[in-house]
T-cell receptor
Framework: KAGVTQTPRYLIKTRGQQVTLSCSPI?????VSWYQQTPGQGLQFLFE???????NKGNFPGRFSGRQFSNSRSEMNVSTLELGDSALYLC??????????????FGPGTRLTVL | GIQVEQSPPDLILQEGANSTLRCNFS?????LQWFHQNPWGQLINLFY???GTKQNGRLSATTVATERYSLLYISSSQTTDSGVYFC????????????FGTGTRLTIIP
């Protein structure tokens, strides 16, 4: 099976712009989670989508949003970018049942730089 | 609050040495995973281990859920083992997100 894919891999934006990142989960997986990794805050949970619905949400401002399509692909959007949004954004996929009885599989990440 | 603590924060070893990485968590967990993050940022699954012991080649892991800790053992270290090792847990109170520890940065010197 193909792994989790994320596009683009690298992105440079300026403050005030918006950005959309994409994640395609492993075939058959219905849950996609998003995480932000920064040197100061480490790895933090953004949100999780399952069957096109947001199932869980972390403590991030409303500028961070996401959605999931019927084929389980997910996008996250960050509006009005700030310098502090510079980070590695990782998505993870899993089959989706709760409680989880298997690992989450991570994509290679999108490295966002805000200038 | 919810805490996942890893030790040591940094570890430098000669190739061929053995190492033990520790993860302490503050409450009972549904799920515990160990990851290796390579220099390019990719998180690679090592173990899904909410309890018990597992082995995969030179790596093994043990989770003692009742005492709220997990250990990752790396034997006969190779330079390709370098990187950051994370443990991540899911706590069973309503939000099944992964909470990550702060990681252990392992450097293997040839």
């Amino acid at each position: 099976k193909a792994g989790v894919t994320q596009t683009p891999r690298y992105l440079i934006k300026t403050r005030g712009q918006q950005v959309t990142l994409s994640c395609s989960p492993i075939s058959g997986h219905r849950s996609v989670s998003w995480y932000q990794q920064t040197p100061g805050q480490g790895l933090q949970f953004l949100f999780e989508y399952f069957s096109e619905t947001q199932r869980n949400k972390g403590n991030f401002p409303g500028r961070f949003s996401g959605r999931q399509f019927s084929n389980s692909r997910s996008e996250m959007n960050v509006s009005t970018l700030e310098l502090g949004d510079s980070a590695l954004y990782l998505c993870a996929s899993s089959p989706g049942g709760l409680p989880r009885t298997d690992t989450q599989y991570f994509g290679p990440g999108t490295r966002l730089t805000v200038l | 609050g919810i805490q996942v603590e890893q030790s040591p924060p940094d570890l430098i070893l000669q190739e061929g040495a053995n190492s033990t990485l520790r993860c302490n968590f503050s409450d009972s967990v549904n799920n515990l995973q160990w990851f290796h993050q390579n220099p390019w940022g990719q998180l690679i699954n090592l173990f899904y281990i909410p309890s018990g012991t597992k082995q995969n080649g030179r790596l093994s892991a043990t989770t003692v859920a009742t005492e709220r800790y997990s250990l990752l053992y790396i034997s006969s270290s190779q330079t390709t083992d370098s990187g950051v090792y994370f443990c991540a847990v899911e706590f069973p109170f309503g939000n099944e997100k992964l909470t990550f520890g702060t990681g252990t940065r392992l450097t293997i010197i040839p």
